[in-house]
Every structure is written in structure tokens, then in C-alpha cells.
């Protein structure tokens, strides 16, 4: 039976993003009516009240929000408290989020809403099914708890099909494919764990904020206020930090060792392999055969597992346990001890994961092909992995060429 | 007249207001589109001043549908599916549709044949072909078993939509389309269209998940006819295979795809038939028939799901923003009505009568001249016109001359002119 749609209090307080949440974490919002009415409002002021009251009322609230930014940067999956006192969760939620419209970036967006998001799955997973079922009906998924038994398994729930699909959608593996689930008239049976699974993703979007009006305003007022200035600081170290690990990565180039015996560094992967990196540090999720090309390739490049399993932390679906079985594997740990090649190239092209022409990835190795000794036309390359012969190649040339340029000088 | 007073009657588009609307004209080879009207008066006045060759309507609606693009402000789309004969690999267009070696403007040797086009022209080597398609019984009677295979085997059945929230309208050419009037899939974005149509075109289907094969038994761990949603797709037509006894009327029943003969031979064994009729029966975890190994299964599977899937124009329905021929107008390329059609009268509904707007007795002739090289021939109302030879002149019953002209085979003969 659907559940009725008027959010019961103890429900906002558990999860702030219902209806209701906002009201509960600025109650005496005149900011909007101020506009209509074209009176002064001292914005600044406004915000200078509302957090430090809130920031006075819970004195463990700094720290909660410093680590929920550091820990979400750091790609970890707990450590936060999300602490079922008063109205601490709406207060904690609503202020993450006005930080994250702040900053303004959709990369700390993406990370700060796949580390919430995932903290409150694990929450979801220790409620009753009838808590689940509430909320799923509060946040816009018509769900009923008409269980059904098929093959042996007991279904809980049914979801609408028009409300699963648009939530399942952006769910990039196979088995969230409505053609791969149980469905009838138009009811889409799913598990208790299914349905949160799709709760979560409904809540990493109600995270992620809608940027309305000057962010940079926003940035300056609340940077005024002395408690959040220390926030915003603990995030810009942080980001600093991540900027040099990232730097180094990427830079290490520089620094290549033309030698088949070492890993490659980030300047002689392909395209394919280059683009898939930049979407996980983007928070963004991968479709499966982009997590099974990293994992092949890295496996056939001397990265470590655990080099490759961080590829995989900041995508918002990220289980380490699963990561690492499914790493390990592709490399004949565990299993039936088989070591999975790359894919070549003429796969990832039916895959659609080949870059060779793509916009910022575009590599004349791969769209033009290259000339091997004795042969008069380019040919194009096969393998990802022959990708990096040939670029160590073209980096030597271009070096004794660049010599040869200077020389001239 | 008698056509806009008829259109009167007809329920033009719902949210007309908010709809965006484009035509051809005759004379001018583009679209001018971008078009809004307040009321259908508006609309009518308009169509009545320009007379223009193709009308559509967008599947979307917007706040400003007369503004561009960016600015329209898009509300929601319907969720449509094109079924054309076109789309569908059918042994009928081997017999009607022709190519010519000739480039838009003209030039190339004017060989032709029928068929799709080559690589190569056989005679001169050129690379550029004119196509010449045409309709009969067969694709409109194909098309229409498409559309009862999606409203009977997906929509009904999987996604509980009843009749009333579809509307079914016939092309006017050589298919039908289908519109699905359903608040929450309005606002579906393109990928979650894609997902919806993911299902119907059996895209995506997770293989080694419905279908495991296992090696030590030589067997599929297979769906049962009591799951729901493709594994029981996949069983019920594995069961209709069996059920036809012989292989001759398996060739009869199932000719659209192929799959090798090995493979038609072992499942048409006396004894496999016994045995794989007793495991679907009996819903056994696995499916086994001596000989068959996980190649032989695996061709089997995709034979079954090419035939369990629907032949549908996928960017159609996955493009949010997609202009639509508009029912209640009449097809340019065959002067025929796009006629929206009530679930219950699409069995007997007959494209070649049914949709016939002009007339078609003694009463209103219209003399025209053949100008192609080929002109295959046509039934309107219960008379077959055809096949005519080139420069042949002919005086016919008015439906029937604007078909060939509108199809580009022939010309009003008065004055010459293409229409």
C-alpha cells in the first residue's frame, strides 16, 4: 500500500532533505520575501545569525562538517557521526550543502555527495522495511509493500516502472537495467537493499546544489563568519594537497622512463584509459566495461592493486570490498586463477569507449595510426597497451628533434 | 474542402497551444518550422493559405513553442514510437523497391534493379544511387503486427499501460505511430527514454545472468515461462518454436532472421522436441539437448530475442524535442490521411481503404503521365492500379493519380507539373 505523503517530523529530522527540512533550518527565511518586497536586507547579517546560533548550539558541528569535506576529498567511506539529536541532522545537512553552492565546484560536489550518500545507505539498510518504504513514497518514488515470491526469492517492494526508470537510469550497471528486472504491469519488484540502493541515489542529487544567484556573494559572506572561515580553510588545504598529489601524477611525465620494465605514468596512457581516469576524479560513475578496461589495463601494466583500486574510490558506487574482489580477480588472484588480457582496440571501439577522436582526448596515435619500419602507409594500432610503445616513441622523436631545433640555434 | 471540413471532426492534438508545428511546402525543399498557434483556427487559416506537403507537430511541449530552441522552454514530450516497414528487414522489399544509379542531381547511368543499392554500380562503378521504395500489403500487414506485438507482448503485459492510455495513428506511408499519454513519462529526459526503449528492443539484456551456460552438463541455466519480464519472453518463444513440429513451418513462421540449420535440425530431433518440450513444461533449472554446445545455444538465444524484440525507430523515441507528423493531415509522399485509429478497429483496419481521403470512383478523374522507369503496382479501395510503363498516359480515379504523383512516378498530365 502507498504511504500516505505528509512527512512525519521524526522523518525530516532523520533525513533533512524531505520536505519540511529546509523550513526546520531557516525558519524565519525572509529572503526571498524581501526581494518581492524591496526592502533592505542585510543578507550578510542573515547568514552571520543563522550559523553562528546553529554553530553555538551544537559546538560539535565544526568539526563534523571539517571532516565531512576532508573525508569526502580523501575518497573514504565513513567517519562521520550523523548524530540523532534535536534538529543537529537538518542543521549539519543544510550547511554542508549552502558550503558546497559556495564553492562552486562540481568536482567537491560530486565527492561530498558520494560520501553522504553513502554513510545514509548504510542507515537505510538498518531500517525496517517499512521506514524504507515511507521514505521512498516521500521522495517522489511510488513504491508499495506488496511482497511476491519469485524463484524461490521474496520481493518486498514493487516500484512503479515510471518512477524506477528515472532513478535507475543513472545507475550505470547492467542489473539496474529495467530489461534485466522483475517486472509486471508495469510493477518493478525489487529487494530491500534495491530500494535503498536507489534512495541513495536519489539523495546524492538532493545533495548536490542548485545554484541560484551570485555564488562569489555567497562565498564572501560566509567566509565573514569565524567558524565557517576555519571550515573553509581545512577544505582549501585539503584541496591543495589533492592538487599536488594530483599534479605529480599527471606531471610524471616529465619524468618518463622509456623502458619496458616500469608502470606507465599518466602521459603515456590512451585516450580511452585517460578519459576514464578523469570521469572517476570527477566523481562520475563508470559503465562497467570502462571499470573492467582500467582494471585489465593496470593489471598489464604493472600497477599495483591498490593503485587501481583508488581509481575507483571517488566513483559514487565505490565498495571497496567489491573493488578489490573484482581487481584482484582480473588478475588471476582467487578465481580460477586466470589473468585477464586488455581489451584491444577494435572492442573498445564496440564498446564505445574508444576516445581516439574525442573533444580534449583527440590523439593522432590512435585516429591516424602509425608507421612502422619498412611500411609505407601508417597503420592503426591495436592494443591500448601498444599505445604506449608507440608514445615513448613519439616523445624520443620529438625530443631529438627538439635537440636537433636547438643545435640549429 | 470536403478534406478540411472532415478535419473539423477529428481531436487535432491535445495542448495545441503549447505544441510546436512545421511544414513543407510544395515548391520549397525545407522545413519552416518553429510555428505556434493559440487555437486550431489559427492553425487551420494557415494550413489553408500555404497547402503545404507534410505537416508535423512537435511530441513536445513548451511554454514559447514558437520561440528557438534554447528559448522554448521545454514543459515535457510524449513518448512515441515510430513502427515503419522501412526499419523492418522484410522479403517484400526485394519485390518493389528499386535503385537507380543516379545522384541527386541527376547524374549516373540509370541502371537499376530492385533491392537495396551496392556498393558499386555494375555497369559504371558509381557510388551513388537513387532509392525508389514503395508500400504494399505486406509491409503495412508487417507494421501492424509490430504494433500488436508492442501494445500485446511489452506495454500491456510489462508495463500494465491499458489501451486508453495509447493512441494509435497510422503514418499515412508505410507504418504506424504510437503515442503514449502518461504524465510521469513526459517528463522523462532522453535517457530515460533510452532505458524504456533499452526493454523493448531487447538492448542490454544481461545475458549470462537469464542465460548461464554450464560446461560440465553441456546445458543453459534457463528462464522459465512463470518468470517475469524477458526470461519468460525468452521461454514462451522457445515453446512457440516447438510447438510448430516441423522445420517447414518453423521456415513458414519464422523467416525474418536466420539461424543455422545445425541448430533448426537438433531442436527439430523427434526426441529434443520431447525433451526440451518436457523441460519448458516442467520449469527445469536447466535446458540440455545432445549435441547443442554453448556456441549452438548462444545463436539460439540471439535468434529468439531478435524475434521477441520490437522493430521500432529508436532516436524517435528517445529524442525529447522530436517533431511528429501530425495526425488528421495527409502524407505528402502518398496523399493519404495520417489517420489515429481506436485499438479495437486496428485488426481490421485496411491502410489501402481506410485512409483513402480523395476520391476514388469515376466521378473525379485526374489525368497523369508516368515518368519513372518503374511504376510497381498499387490496390486502392478493392482495385489494383498498375504496374504502369513509363510515358504511359492515364486518366484515373483522383486517389489513385495524387498516390503516383505524390510517390514521384508520374506527373498531371494538363499540366505537367509535379504537385
Known amino acids: ?409 | 474542402l470536403k478534406y478540411l471540413e472532415l478535419l473539423k471532426d477529428f481531436p487535432l492534438i491535445e495542448d495545441l497551444p503549447q505544441r510546436e508545428f512545421a511544414y513543407f511546402l510544395w515548391e520549397k525543399n525545407y522545413m519552416i518550422r518553429h510555428k505556434g498557434y493559440q487555437n486550431s483556427r489559427l492553425f487551420y487559416e494557415e494550413m489553408k493559405y500555404f497547402n503545404p506537403k507534410h505537416v508535423y507537430a512537435s511530441a513536445a511541449i513548451y511554454k514559447f513553442p514558437d520561440k528557438k530552441m534554447d528559448e522554448k522552454g521545454w514543459i515535457g514530450c510524449d513518448f512515441v514510437v515510430d513502427i515503419d516497414a522501412d526499419h523492418m528487414k522484410l522479403p517484400c522489399h526485394h519485390t518493389h523497391d528499386y535503385f537507380f544509379c543516379k545522384d541527386p542531381d541527376g547524374h549516373g547511368c540509370n541502371y537499376y534493379n530492385k533491392g537495396s543499392p551496392p556498393e558499386h554500380c555494375p555497369e559504371c562503378n558509381g557510388n551513388k544511387f537513387t532509392k525508389q521504395q514503395w508500400i504494399c500489403e505486406d509491409c503495412l500487414e508487417a507494421s501492424k503486427s509490430e504494433v500488436f506485438k508492442l501494445i500485446n507482448g511489452f506495454l500491456t503485459p510489462d508495463f500494465g499501460l491499458e489501451e486508453n492510455d495509447i493512441k494509435i495513428v497510422f503514418s499515412g506511408h508505410r507504418g504506424y505511430h504510437l503515442h503514449i499519454n502518461n504524465e510521469k513519462i513526459r517528463k522523462f529526459n532522453s535517457n530515460d527514454r533510452r532505458h524504456f526503449v533499452d526493454y523493448l528492443t531487447g538492448t542490454g539484456l544481461n545475458l549470462p545472468t537469464v542465460l548461464k551456460f554450464s560446461q560440465p552438463k553441456k546445458s543453459f541455466s534457463a528462464p522459465k515461462l512463470s518468470d517475469l519480464g524477458w526470461g519468460s519472453k525468452i521461454a514462451k518463444e522457445l515453446l512457440k518454436i516447438i510447438e510448430l513440429d516441423t522445420q517447414e513451418e518453423f521456415r513458414l513462421h519464422f523467416n525474418r532472421h536466420n539461424l543455422d540449420q545445425q541448430i533448426i535440425e537438433k531442436i527439430f530431433h523427434k526426441e529434443n522436441l520431447i525433451s526440451l518440450h518436457q523441460q519448458l513444461k516442467k520449469e527445469e533449472k536447466f535446458w540440455s539437448i545432445p549435441g547443442m554446445g554453448e556456441t549452438s545455444w548462444k545463436k539460439l538465444n540471439l535468434f529468439l530475442i531478435e524475434n521477441i524484440k520490437c522493430e521500432i525507430d529508436i532516436p524517435v523515441s528517445i529524442d525529447v524535442h522530436r517533431l511528429i507528423r501530425l495526425r488528421g493531415s495527409i502524407h505528402g509522399k502518398t496523399g493519404f490521411l495520417v489517420k489515429p485509429i481506436n485499438f479495437d478497429d486496428l485488426k481490421d483496419f485496411d491502410p489501402f481503404s481506410d485512409s483513402v481521403i480523395f476520391p476514388t470512383d469515376e466521378s473525379r478523374l485526374l489525368p497523369i503521365k508516368i515518368t519513372a522507369e518503374i511504376c510497381p503496382k498499387i490496390r486502392i479501395m478493392d482495385e489494383i492500379y498498375g504496374p504502369f510503363n513509363k510515358n504511359e498516359k492515364l486518366l484515373l480515379p483522383e486517389a489513385v493519380s495524387l498516390f503516383l504523383v505524390c510517390k514521384g512516378v508520374a506527373l498531371i498530365e494538363d499540366k505537367l507539373t509535379n504537385v
Open chain 1, 1 to 409: 500500500m502507498q504511504e500516505n505523503k505528509t512527512v512525519e517530523l521524526k522523518f525530516i529530522l532523520k533525513y533533512p532533505w524531505l520536505p519540511g527540512g529546509r523550513q526546520i533550518f531557516e525558519p524565519d527565511n525572509n529572503r526571498d520575501k524581501s526581494v518581492l518586497n524591496n526592502e533592505k536586507f542585510d543578507v550578510k547579517q542573515y547568514f552571520q545569525d543563522i550559523f553562528t546560533r546553529y554553530f553555538n548550539k551544537y559546538p560539535e558541528l565544526k568539526t563534523e562538517i571539517s571532516k565531512t569535506f576532508v573525508y569526502s576529498l580523501e575518497k573514504r567511506e565513513e567517519g562521520i557521526n550523523l548524530i540523532e539529536k534535536g534538529d543537529f541532522n537538518v542543521v549539519f545537512f543544510y550547511m554542508v550543502k549552502t558550503i558546497l553552492a559556495s564553492l562552486n565546484s562540481r568536482l567537491i560536489d560530486n565527492h561530498v555527495a558520494n560520501f553522504l550518500s553513502s554513510i545514509y545507505y548504510k542507515k537505510l539498510l538498518k531500517e525496517q522495511e517499512f521506514h524504507i518504504l515511507k521514505l521512498a513514497n516521500y521522495m517522489g518514488i511510488t513504491s508499495y509493500n506488496e511482497p511476491k515470491r519469485l524463484n524461490g526469492v521474496k520481493f518486498p517492494f514493487w516500484v512503479e516502472f515510471q518512477s524506477y526508470i528515472p532513478v535507475a537510469a543513472a545507475l550505470k550497471d547492467r542489473s539496474w537495467h529495467l530489461i534485466n528486472r522483475e517486472i509486471e504491469k508495469g510493477k518493478v519488484y525489487l529487494l530491500k537493499d534495491n530500494l535503498a540502493r536507489l534512495l541513495k541515489e536519489k539523495i546524492r542529487k538532493e545533495i548536490i546544489p542548485q545554484r541560484i544567484g551570485s555564488v562569489d556573494e555567497l562565498l564572501n559572506n560566509l567566509q565573514s563568519i569565524q567558524d565557517l572561515s576555519e571550515i573553509y580553510k581545512t577544505i582549501e588545504n585539503k584541496i591543495e594537497l589533492i592538487k599536488i598529489q594530483n599534479n605529480k601524477f599527471k606531471k610524471s611525465g616529465d619524468f618518463i622512463d622509456v623502458s619496458d620494465e616500469t608502470k606507465p605514468s599518466y602521459e603515456l596512457y590512451p585516450p580511452c584509459i585517460k578519459y576514464i581516469l578523469d570521469k572517476a576524479l570527477e566523481g562520475e560513475n563508470l559503465v562497467h566495461n570502462e571499470r573492467l578496461h582500467v582494471a585489465f589495463f593496470f593489471a598489464n601494466t604493472n600497477h599495483t592493486v591498490e593503485e587501481t583500486i583508488d581509481v575507483f574510490r571517488t566513483v559514487p558506487d565505490f565498495s571497496e570490498e567489491i573493488a578489490r574482489y573484482n581487481v584482484e580477480f582480473s588478475r588471476g588472484i582467487g578465481g580460477k586463477g586466470k589473468k585477464y588480457k586488455s581489451f584491444n582496440c577494435s572492442k573498445l571501439k564496440s564498446f564505445q569507449i574508444c576516445k581516439a577522436n574525442e573533444n580534449g582526448y583527440a590523439d593522432e596515435i590512435c585516429s591516424k595510426g602509425v608507421r612502422r619500419k619498412g611500411e609505407s602507409k601508417p597503420q592503426l594500432i591495436n592494443s591500448p597497451l601498444n599505445y604506449i610503445f608507440w608514445k615513448k616513441v613519439q616523445i624520443r622523436r620529438n625530443r631529438v628533434q627538439g635537440k636537433k631545433s636547438e643545435d640549429k640555434i
